[in-house]
């Protein structure tokens, strides 16, 4: 049974930090392109980082520099490092693990509010 499951969300004020974890069971992991996405209250979900087999990284354009994506192959585990965070960060933020394009799991989301 696949599982991702998602952990580290909360309520932080404007311009604070909070890591994102994100624990997968029953793929292998190392051969999976790992991504964070986002979707706010009213807005279609929007991808917000990857990271690849070989660790190469991607970012949206209104996370970059503040956002960091990891991963520990060792642990089966993503991480998503947010700093310097803004209200407009406020939103469910998903897992998701991706196969070569074919297959693909989701995670179940941990709400992110930044207050102003």
């Known amino acids: 049974q696949v599982q991702l499951v998602e952990s580290g969300g909360g309520l932080v004020q404007f311009g604070g930090s909070l890591r994102l974890s994100c624990s997968a069971s029953?793929?292998?992991?190392?051969?999976?392109?790992m991504n964070w996405y986002r979707q706010a209250p009213g807005k279609q979900r929007e991808l917000v980082a990857g990271?690849?087999?070989?660790?190469?990284?991607n970012y949206a354009a209104s996370v970059k520099g503040r956002f960091t994506i990891s991963r520990d192959n060792a642990k089966n585990t993503v991480y998503l490092q947010m700093n310097s965070l803004k209200p407009e960060d406020t939103a469910v933020y998903y897992c998701h693990a991706l196969w070569q394009g074919i297959d693909d799991w989701w995670g179940q989301g941990t709400q992110v509010t930044v207050s102003s």
């Open positions: 990271i690849d087999t070989d660790a190469n990284t």
């Open positions: 029953g793929i292998a992991f190392s051969f999976y392109v």
